[in-house]
């Protein structure tokens, strides 16, 4: 019985991996699509690095959490709305039951207790340290997940953050009174009475939860990750994520009733462990959601590929020569500059290791990147001043430092010989030729 299994197995695995997606029929497409991305959601997992991330986001929760809503509680007071955060921190801990309800009492009579006028400057500070410490290392996750090594600059993170902590809780808290006064509405209740609208109104009622959250992951999704992410890609880990939050929910509910011997076990800690095993759920599903949105909008990821990135040495080569050539057509031809999207679609490789590349090609002062939402790349110099030679120096010498570097090797005079005939050879061969040549001479992969 078994092996049929594992034969059965072996079959679905083949056709999911090995079959080109040019044989698969357009309408079994979005299957095979959803397959892949659901055993690399998997492998993710078994990786670790999602859990790891996740269990690190608890920690730092915690020790936000006051912090974050004694800010949202003194803009939401500004708008006469601050009644309504213990009860929406009760709908959010309803899977944890009684504890839930222990939980947010505790976590309410910390808020009130900080006293801003008594925390002075000093304190003050390191309230808004603490809850922008929080929002960022979210957003480091998230650029984990999309592939993203650059950092937003710090204006821009700022401005980002003070408008999630000061605007978002408005925004929340805003949507949810509108549904909840929706019910209230003399109309709304003439209509109840019908029995077919209270049917639909009662359906829709319990359906909104999933709709609320859907909506605040799919926003998530769209506007943490230091990148462009579409709308459907977003909505998507949404919806999945969503789904599975609500469903964990009522699950995690389930399993508090059946938890009588966690009290016996942790005694009074029982309600912070469940606390924590609970934010570790919401974190690792929201990075799950994260996931999917990026496999959605990055089919070229969609492999088996470890993500440790091993690019040969000629492929480093050859990829940063392909990258300054395509952006110094560019500049030639008065085209708008090459973004990362773009470059990752042209050369085919990954949006890890183009990124890398074009770190590299900064650091070596032979790129600049524009402002803006979807920066772009240029020469950081007149093309005509950018020697092959020096340009092919550069991508080799990547990754050297000051205690790792070829001078600090042994001297073995037969090898740093012959090192030095490939460097002259190299230096010879390619003479004069500047990234002005390479730009003009093709003109077909501008693209």
Do not use: C
Request: proline residues 4%.
């Amino acid at each position: 019985m078994s092996n049929i299994i594992k034969d059965r197995l072996l079959i679905v695995y083949e056709w999911v991996w090995e079959t080109p997606l040019a044989n698969i029929q357009p309408k079994l497409r979005p299957m095979l699509a959803t397959l892949r991305i659901g055993h690399l959601i998997i492998r993710d997992l078994f990786e670790g690095q999602l859990t790891l991330r996740s269990m690190g986001l608890v920690y730092t929760t915690l020790l936000a959490m006051v912090p974050l809503l004694a800010v949202s509680f003194s803009v939401l007071k500004g708008f006469g709305v601050h009644n309504q955060l213990e009860p929406i921190m009760l709908n959010l801990l309803a899977p944890l039951g009684d504890k839930g309800v222990e939980i947010t009492r505790t976590i309410i009579g910390f808020v009130d207790n900080i006293k801003v006028g008594v925390l002075g400057s000093l304190g003050l500070a390191l309230l808004f340290y603490t809850v922008v410490s929080l929002i960022q290392k979210i957003e480091r996750a998230f650029n984990y997940t999309w592939r993203v090594s650059d950092q937003r600059p710090i204006t821009q993170r700022f401005s980002n953050y003070l408008s999630v902590i000061l605007i978002g809780p408005v925004l929340v808290f805003s949507a949810i009174g509108m549904t909840a006064s929706v019910s209230n509405v003399a109309v709304v209740k003439d209509a109840m009475d019908i029995e077919a609208v209270s049917v639909v109104f009662t359906f829709f009622s319990r359906l909104i939860p999933y709709l609320l959250i859907i909506l605040a992951f799919t926003l998530i999704y769209m506007f943490v990750p230091n990148t462009k992410v579409k709308f459907k890609s977003a909505l998507i880990g949404g919806i999945v994520s969503g789904i599975l939050w609500e469903t964990s929910g009522w699950v995690f509910a389930s399993f508090i009733v059946s938890s009588t011997n966690y009290t016996a076990i942790y005694s009074a800690f029982a309600t912070l462990i469940v606390f924590m095993i609970w934010l570790y759920l919401s974190w690792l599903i929201l990075l799950v959601g994260g996931s999917i949105a990026f496999y959605h909008q990055h089919p070229e990821h969609r492999n088996l590929q470890s993500r440790i990135l091993s690019l040969s040495n000629r492929m480093r080569e050859k990829v940063s020569l392909l990258i300054m050539t395509l952006i110094g057509q560019h500049y030639y031809h008065n085209k708008p500059a090459w973004t990362m999207d773009a470059l990752v679609k042209k050369t085919n490789v990954g949006v890890e290791a183009v990124g890398l590349l074009i770190e590299n090609l900064i650091q070596a002062k032979l790129l600049v990147k524009t402002e803006g939402e979807s920066p772009g790349y240029l020469p950081a110099r007149a093309p005509e001043t950018i020697k092959v030679k020096d340009l092919l120096k550069a991508i080799r010498q990547a990754g050297e430092s000051a205690n790792l570097k070829i001078d600090n090797l042994p001297q073995v005079d037969v090898i740093d010989a012959l090192y030095n005939e490939i460097e002259v050879s190299i230096d010879n061969s390619l003479a004069e030729r500047n990234l002005h040549d390479l730009s003009l001479s093709d003109k077909d992969t501008a693209g």
